[in-house]
């Protein structure tokens, strides 16, 4: 069975830093872009960030600059390091297989992580 699994996230404050982890198992990220998206309180969900299966990639214009999105094949892991919080990253943070382009989600939703930047 398919799965992703996400964790890292928690409570910061303002300016502070989180790496959140999304993990798979049943199946070898190595050839798939994959993508970050979150979903704030009353708001739809949206993408963040994505990474192509050759490496490249994409970040909101709210992100950029603060975050990264990086991949381990090895370690069947992607990953977001998320720099310099602020109270409007505060949201559930999913990840999810998405096309090799636009940062669309194509697979299905796991639990999330919960991140909260507030003082």
């Known amino acids: 069975q398919s799965q992703l699994v996400e964790s890292g996230g928690g409570l910061v404050q303002p300016g502070g830093s989180l790496r959140l982890s999304c993990a798979a198992s049943g199946f070898t990220l190595a050839g798939y872009a994959m993508g970050w998206f979150r979903q704030a309180p009353g708001k739809e969900r949206e993408g963040v960030s994505c990474i192509s299966s050759r490496g490249s990639t994409n970040y909101a214009d709210s992100v950029k600059g603060r975050f990264t999105i990086s991949r381990d094949n090895a370690k069947n892991t992607v990953y977001l390091q998320m720099n310099s919080l602020k109270p409007e990253d505060t949201g559930v943070y999913y990840c999810?297989?998405?096309?090799?382009?636009?940062?669309?989600?194509?697979?299905?939703w796991g639990q999330g992580t919960q991140v909260t930047v507030s003082s």
């Open positions: 999810t297989v998405t096309y090799q382009s636009g940062c669309r989600p194509r697979g299905s």
